[in-house]
């Protein structure tokens, strides 16, 4: 494989739910979660993944790792589509990617201690099947991510919540893995802490080579982690270019409503600061507006953005936005 | 503009099963009328629990407390009987919490959550109430408010439901709303809607607030004065834009630099408070913070400092190094 392949290319990926019709009745429907959204990552590199809740940012990376089976499209990860393989062909597939989660409480098993649980990949996976090495390590895991070695007797309930983001992380480092994919890894942390752990994160990644998809609502942190950014609403992504291009020129109207929105720490600035502020809500998945899904809240949109549904195009090099007034 | 309430040396304390925590340790704060103070801090440092002791709305036999006063428009609510303090709760001083779907009666209709306060407090019928609540949606901008007076809140959008937290507080025109994190579980255009549609009403119905927040930037947007708190206690407090400014406090500090921000150009690094918040029944004899403070000299460890002035306009700051921190600033800003 070339050197300058993606790791990981997202093709037209959809994924629909059905809701409904079940035991109290109501009627049946299909939620759109994922609606034809395309992007590649490339080695080492990190992709932020923007969006509201419900804009299908976390159902995307959760089809990436094939815990949701796409309704649709491909999903190429080191040169083999994922959509095409079973379970059997996936589990070494899956050493390959990882996933951190946004509550570390609830992702770490409270009866098991750290060490159990850093080690428990190693063995299910059989990359250390010696006990002895195992425990050597998760050791070495725990420094990594700037624990110490006492740590590994503890439970999830006896450490901080930082803390045990950096387990969270150990366990996805302990395998190996090329991807990893970060879902809004510090939104409950404290403040002073996220800090430490976006840190973490990036001198992980210059020291193993890893590859992040970086799913987050915070642009401001996304701004600081990410090579290229995508932004979703709704099921699409509408704005994707480099990190540069999106926050000093963005193109979309949702992108530039969403940067207007960001409170800046600095009360002589905001006091000065034009704010657009959007009205209404994210419309449901569900019963998504016709032509632009944006154009009920779109402060620029105009009678074409009703009916045309705006193809995500290249506006700038390199950088591609699904408006048609961009 | 009069001062509305007075906090003085307000403690609280929580029994838990590692010892005694004092959540709130000897903490003074006040909101003038009209005004938008902001307490700021990180989990656990205590700023819900001030707002709970306020509404005396800590739960016994865990929680007390232990020691100070409560001034509202002079009165010290902790010396009022239940009674009198029920008709202090949701009339005058009303609150507005972090989680609406939580906080709201989920088997209640929204017109009936909206008129119940309104008939207690102000004793009118239910007809004149209904009106009114319908008047309350209308105001906090929900639309079609007739309809949906009888709705159930999980009919409500997460934004719908904070809007209606709102209404209720403002229902029986309180001088004061405690907002404990109104805005963090919702989405930042929402967040935006929220705070902005909260600012405008407390101008326009000349309501205090008092928002309990971690976030920096919601804070200097809308507070007029800012109280930082870390383990219990008050470290910083000033104007919001002194504090911004020219923080005084290493946690100050601290928190206003690990943040990257929209405005400035990207950092290669964060640069973030090293170390952990502290265990607060093992806190010693010396500062809380000077065990992750890059600014600690060995004062810090025996003895603990109080707040004092800096410079003038209220601004006080609780450190020793306080006095030199803006050359402490400067040094570590020109070797970066």
Sequence with gaps: MSHDAPLLEVRNLVKHFHVGGGLF????????????VSFSI??????????????????????????ERPTRGQIVF?????TTLGEDELRPVRRKMQVIFQDPYSSLNPRMTVGQIIAEPLAV?????DPAQRAARVRELLGHVGL?????????????GGQRQRVGIARALAVEPALIICDEPVSALDVSIQAQIINLLEDLQAQFGLTYLFVAHDLSVVRHISDRVAVMYLGKIVEITDRKSLYDAPLHPYTKALLSAVPIPDPALEAQRERVVLGGEVPSALNPPSGCVFHPRCPIAVDRCRGEVPELREIRPGHRAACILA | MGVLLEVENLTTEFVTRGGVVRAADDVSWDVGEGETVALVGESGCGKSVSALSIMRLVAPPAGRIVGGRVLFKGRDLLALSDEAMRQIRGREIAMIFQEPMTSLNPVLSIGRQLTEGLEIHLGITPREARQRAGELLAMVGIPDSERRLGQYPHQFSGGMRQRM??????????????????????????????????????????????????????????????????????????????????????????????????????????????????DLTRLGAGCAFAPRCAFQVARCAVERPRLVPIGGGGHVSACWEAANLDRAVARSGAAT
């Design chain 1, 42 to 67: 490339r080695r080492g590199e990190t992709l932020g993944l923007v969006g509201e809740s419900g804009c299908g940012k976390t159902t995307t990376g959760r089809c990436i790792l094939q815990l």
């Design chain 1, 78 to 82: 080191e040169g083999r589509d994922l």
């Design chain 1, 125 to 129: 996976h059989g990359i250390v099947p």
């Design chain 2, 165 to 278: 937290m709102i209404a209720m507080a403002l229902a029986c025109n309180p001088s004061l709303i405690l907002a404990d994190e109104p805005t963090t579980a919702l989405d930042v255009t929402i967040q935006a809607q929220i705070l902005e549609l909260m600012k405008d009403l407390s101008r326009r119905l000349a309501v205090a607030m008092l928002i309990i927040t971690h976030n920096l930037g919601v804070v200097a947007r809308y507070a007029d004065r800012v109280n930082v708190m870390y383990a219990g206690r008050i470290v910083e407090r000033g104007t919001a834009r002194e504090l911004y400014a020219n923080p005084r406090h290493p946690y100050t500090l601290g928190l206003l630099r690990s943040v990257p921000r929209l405005d400035e150009p990207r950092r290669a690094r964060l640069d973030p408070i090293e170390g952990q918040p502290p």
């Design chain 1, 25 to 36: 009745g109501g009627r049946a429907g299909v939620v759109r979660a994922v609606d034809d």
């Design chain 1, 148 to 160: 110490l070695p006492q740590h590994a007797r503890r439970y999830p309930h006896q450490l901080s």
